[in-house]
């Protein structure tokens, strides 16, 4: 066995540590992390190329400039701080409320897609493979769709408007949510279903009273994360034909004029209702579970 | 002594607690709000589907515009950069970069967010330091540092390196905070100084979970990598909002496939190495 004398380029580079024990030659094994290491670096730097930085220069003095714009109201409609309130009160709360009602619909369409289609997919209920697998591979694609692209595409069937926003949101959650509801439906113990089932109940009572008192208040929670991710993604859906604050913030940023300070005023709102919202979120959390 | 009653099935049935007006009032405020939200919201006055651009996009499916897709004939050479591929990449690349940035700026916050290294006290400033990153959305830090870094891929990168922070800054420190503490006062005890107890004691424990926490960062961080371009951040973003308002059907699609080609191929590598981990 002359095996062990054959010298690869691996080994001129990284040699293993050979050691003698009881006459045995046993080789350390060589440690991977270098090897993981080098090649995200590798990575790292291929994509480098793909940042270009020729022609730009970081400008870290505009960065007070701009939040000063922010919050020092000289433009238009919002000339004085009494202006600047006045346009938080009279249009970005109402759009604000807006944007909150239409994911709160999106959530709740959703939402109410997701039940069926999860019992559908989940291994214990529906049991037949036939019927959960290609569930599973039909939610497994809509989840791959990012929440803009489902954007885009309700776009071009609605045109700019809430129900846009709305359609995607509910196509999103329907697809997050039905994956986290089958997923806690599969740890259900499946004791009182059987116990129904054989005492002659049918599969919807059984559902009914062995499963939803398990899984609901886990449901609830779900419902409440979901919306808490819509609220946080709406500015986005709204850039893209949602309406809503996005579409505020769109045109008091791109009128060519830069209405700073009303984007000052559009991003206290935002931060400040997410914020809420997340302190909300938590504490729901924490009582349901 | 009094005779104990016994209890049947049927009267535990009976003594049930009465919970339906309770019930009902939840049911009765949880419809009002969902009827509120539709009339307010103005949904009923929507317009139908637009079936004649869906047909179109149906189109634009079917026969997408394979040299934009591929970045070949009119789109090679000099206008490669406006090629799908080159601005597919170009998306991976700032999620990547990003990602990297905001896992190395986030390691001091997470220590300092994790109770059992610094304490209750600090561990609350740290914790509310993560809560503010990670609140405000990616979109408006975009907006304000466009002003500073100027449009392009590196205002993106710089985006997603900072709003991360938050979310891997949080799971750090819940991953320092679940560790054991044997390791650490076995080192301690034989004289260890903080360097090696650093590299022996923390970091086998805790990189198997930094590590998944990255992973899964990408994963979003290449679908906001992708958005950022709306606000010309970047990425593929601004080519699918300008192909989508001017109705470039083909164009739309061959985005569109590149996006979910993109977001599926990352994310079944991410959970892929994360279940290696773990």
């Known amino acids: ?289 | 002594m009094m005779k104990q009653e016994k209890l049947t099935p049927q009267k535990a049935y009976k003594n049930r607690p009465k919970k339906w007006i309770y019930n009902l009032l939840l049911f009765v405020l949880f419809v009002g709000i969902v009827i509120y939200s539709i009339v307010s919201s103005g949904l009923g006055a929507s317009r139908a589907i637009n079936w004649e651009r869906l047909q179109n996009l149906g189109k634009g499916f079917i026969n997408p515009n394979v040299e934009f897709l591929l970045g070949i004939g009119e789109y090679s050479g000099e206008k490669f950069v406006h090629s799908v591929p080159y601005l597919t990449l170009q998306t991976i690349a700032i999620a990547f970069v990003g990602t990297l940035i905001a896992a190395i700026l986030a390691i001091p916050f997470g220590f300092i967010t994790a109770r059992n290294v610094v304490g209750n006290k600090v561990s609350k400033i740290g914790e509310v330091l993560l809560i503010i990153i990670r609140t405000f959305p990616e979109i408006l830090l975009a907006l304000i540092l466009i002003r500073v870094s100027g449009i392009g891929a590196l205002t993106g990168t710089i985006v997603i390196g900072i709003h991360s922070v938050g979310m891997i800054g949080k799971l750090y420190a819940e991953a320092i905070e679940n560790m054991e503490s044997g390791p650490l006062e076995a080192l301690d005890a034989v004289g260890a100084n903080t360097a090696v107890k650093i590299r022996h004691g923390i970091f086998p424990q805790v990189m198997p979970d930094f590590l998944s926490t990255v992973l899964y960062r990408f994963d979003i961080n290449v679908r906001t990598a992708s958005v950022l371009g709306i606000v010309s951040a970047g990425g593929i973003g601004a080519p699918l909002i300008f192909a989508s308002t001017n109705y470039h059907w083909s164009d739309l699609a061959s985005i569109m496939y590149a996006i979910i080609i993109m977001v599926t191929t990352v994310d079944l590598i991410s959970s892929y190495l994360r279940k290696k981990l773990i």
């Open chain 1, 1 to 289: 066995m002359n095996a062990t004398n054959k010298s690869t380029l691996l080994d001129k580079i990284y040699p293993q540590k050979i050691y003698n024990v009881n006459g045995k030659i046993i080789k350390k094994p060589r440690n991977k992390t270098i090897f993981i290491a080098i090649l995200v670096l590798i990575i790292f730097i291929g994509l480098l190329f793909f940042i270009p930085t020729r022609n730009i220069t970081i400008k870290f003095e505009q960065f007070p400039v701009i939040v000063k714009k922010m919050f020092s109201p000289t433009t238009g409609k919002t000339k004085s701080w009494a202006g600047w309130f006045l346009y938080i009160k009279e249009t970005v709360w109402p759009l604000m409320l807006e944007t909150i009602n239409m994911c709160f619909l999106g959530t709740l369409f959703g939402a109410t897609m997701a039940i069926p289609f999860s019992i559908l997919a989940s291994r214990n209920i529906s049991k037949k493979g036939i019927i959960y697998q290609p569930v599973r591979l039909f939610m497994n694609f809509i989840r791959t769709i990012p929440t803009y692209v489902l954007a885009v595409i309700a776009m071009i069937c609605f045109g700019i408007g809430l129900l846009t926003g709305v359609v995607a949101m509910t196509i999103f959650t329907f697809g997050l949510l039905t994956k986290m509801l089958y997923e806690i439906i599969e740890t259900v113990d499946m004791g009182p279903f059987e116990s129904l089932e054989s005492a002659g109940a049918t599969k919807i009572e059984a559902f009914r009273y062995a499963v939803i008192p398990q899984i609901l208040p886990i449901f609830i929670g779900y419902f409440i994360y979901a919306f808490e991710i819509n609220v946080r993604g709406s500015v986005i859906l709204g850039y893209v034909g949602a309406g809503g604050i996005g579409l505020e913030l769109d045109t008091a940023i791109s009128e060519g004029s830069h209405y700073y300070d009303r984007v000052g005023a559009i991003v206290v709102v935002i931060f400040l209702v997410v914020l809420i919202l997340q302190g909300f979120t938590r504490y729901a959390r924490r009582k349901l579970q």
